[in-house]
C-alpha cells in the first residue's frame, strides 16, 4: 500500500530515527526532530523550534529545498477536507511577510488531520 498510497498524495509518518542522521546537518543546538510525514517526494518535518518543508526536485531527487518556518512566523493556517466527489485535501499556511500561503495537497486520509493538530500545538 505504501507505493499506491504515495501516487496517490497521502501523507504518511516517516521514523524520526530513521531520519536523524540526515537532517543532522541542517538543527541547531538544542533542535530535535518531532515528528515528519512523507508526501510523495516532498515532506514536512516538524522539530521543537520550527516546521522545516523538504522539496525534492528534479527526476532523481538530488536537488533538494528547504524550507524552514519558525513557528513564530505562521500566522494563519488552514485545511480544506476532501469532498465526496473530491479525491485530495488542501493545507495552506500563511506566512508573515508573504502575500499567498504555501499550499500542500494531501489524499484522502486522516494525516492531515495530524499535521493540523501538530501546527495547531506549535502556534495557538
Known sequence: MGLFNAIMGHASEVSVEKISEE???ILVNGENIEKAFKLIRDMFVFTNKRLILVDKQGLTGSKVEYVSIPYASII?????????????????IWVRGEAL??????????????????LGQHIL
Do not use: H, M, T
Open 23 to 25: 537532517y543532522k546537518p
Open 76 to 92: 494563519k493556517f488552514s485545511k480544506e477536507s476532501a469532498g465526496l466527489l473530491d479525491l485530495d485535501a488542501e493545507l495552506k
Open 101 to 118: 500561503p504555501i499550499k500542500k495537497q494531501f489524499g484522502k486520509d486522516n494525516n492531515i488531520n495530524e499535521v493540523y493538530q501538530i
